[in-house]
């Protein structure tokens, strides 16, 4: 549809941004001419085939034998499309699929060009058979003077994604759910977020002497959900230079939209890192780091930390970094109960953004099903300047190397939403996290020291009288702990730990705190990297 109008496009620069994170993935292929490589893939279209889940494994069992073949790249209109033009386009919602049905889904697609130059196919999958689904230039709206330069009717390549909208807010409302966009990038929402974090299918060699590789979903394939149903069922190939792989999301939305992944992986070379579940998020500053910033906003972040479950049930929350240099955490774990990138902080106040909203961010818990052995949760923090940057990953690090041959298999549980922590947790958690210089109050500092303030809320602490017999434990990796003192705040239920901290040199100094008392540890554990700058 050419309508020279304003575009009302959603999406916004910093979306299109944080997509793009994956360019490096689309910079490859045959370039070939449009439109006539959009005739030639219409008249290809795949016959219906059998489907399952098992046979589209197999198939990439058997593809991992053979060498990788990077996705076309068109030239022509396609090729030419720039941020700007990329804007002028947008999904016609009444040429969505499965619209005028009784699913409770809508499928819209994502226009190929600008970053997104690879051609993704996507497949209905109706009582065990694969049928393709085929878009054209009618299949969207493309506005202002884009609107001269494209010709109507003209069958397309492919699309570049797809997004699943439904009634997850209101009944009469079909928000979006869940986007698929860019390499192996998918976002979801919870009722009440905005789009934030991010995850993607899988992780090779990030932050890393190797270089990085950012494997691609090539082909999705969507179950029609039965009339009624809350649940959509989606499938993906995987593909890569060191990779194939089947993957299956059983996604069911609510106030927290759940997501079932099983991924089934083929390994055509040996591969350095390998980060499974890998989540990406953005962190500018907080309380903890604002001096750097003159913003008029107290907090600019996506996520505010890392969080850990642990098998014996012990919970770490990390806070994040914004740091001076790349830096990177390990966390050894063995089955762990769970990790994730949260969003803590749900008060408009203290983000003071009326266009952003940092509060309605999701917040991401990956929880593994089955036992994942010995590993690590990487995170990687990336300095930033800018909010568009999404510079945190974190990912699940198996202890066994990864050869070429090997097939491994993971399922987990992805968790959209906002949340927050059980009232009824036997354990304080941190409520807050603030760093300054050191010393006293008005008096000049001249140790270099770092002053660190935790405060933590809940939990049987919560119930205890100030004149509790508790303590606060409190650990320093290359650096001396000058001071640590813990009171309870007058008036609320908040404990607060004040520890000073020297750097020993240029060393990167790990910090550990967390509260313990009647022969019990009362807190989670609460931990944190300063680099001295």
Known sequence: MILPATSPSRLTRRRLLQAATS?????????????????DAAAQAAAPQQFSFDLLTEEMRAAATQAYVPGE???????????DDYRQIQFNPEK????????LFRVQAFHMGWLFGEPVRMFEVTNGTSTEMQFSTDDFMYYNELAARVAPHTPLPGVAGFRLNMPLN??????????????????ALGQGNSYGISARGLAINTASSEPEEFPRFSRFYLERPPAGSNTAVVYATLDSPSVTGAYRFVITPGAETVMDVTARLFFRTDVAQLGVAPLTSMFLFSEKNRAQFDDYRPNVHDSDGLRIRRADGDILWRPLNNPPRLSG??????????????????SFDNYQDTEAHYERRPSIEVEPLGTWGKGAVRLVEIPTEFEVNDNIVAFW??????????????????????????????RAHVHETRAGHGGVSGVENTTESRKFVIDFKGGMLAALPADADVEPIVTARNGDIHSTTLERIEGTDIWRIVVDVGASGDATVELGAHVAGYGRKLSETWLYQWIKA
Do not use: C
Request: negative net charge; aromatic residues 16%.
């Open 170 to 187: 209101r009944p009469d409302i079909y928000d979006e759910l869940v986007a698929f966009l860019g390499a192996s990038y998918f976002r």
């Open 73 to 83: 790249k068109p030239t022509g209109f396609l090729g030419d499309l720039k941020y």
């Open 397 to 426: 690090v198996p202890e066994a190397p990864v050869k070429a041959g090997d097939a491994r298999e993971f399922a987990y549980r992805l968790h959209w939403g906002m949340l927050n922590e059980d009232p009824d947790a036997p």
């Open 329 to 346: 955490s390990y966390f050894g774990e063995e089955s762990p109960l769970g990790f994730g990138l949260y969003q803590r902080d749900r």
């Open 23 to 39: 360019s490096v993935a689309l910079a490859s292929g045959a370039a070939l001419a449009w439109p006539a490589f959009a005739q």
């Open 96 to 103: 969505a699929r499965w619209e005028g049905t009784d699913s």
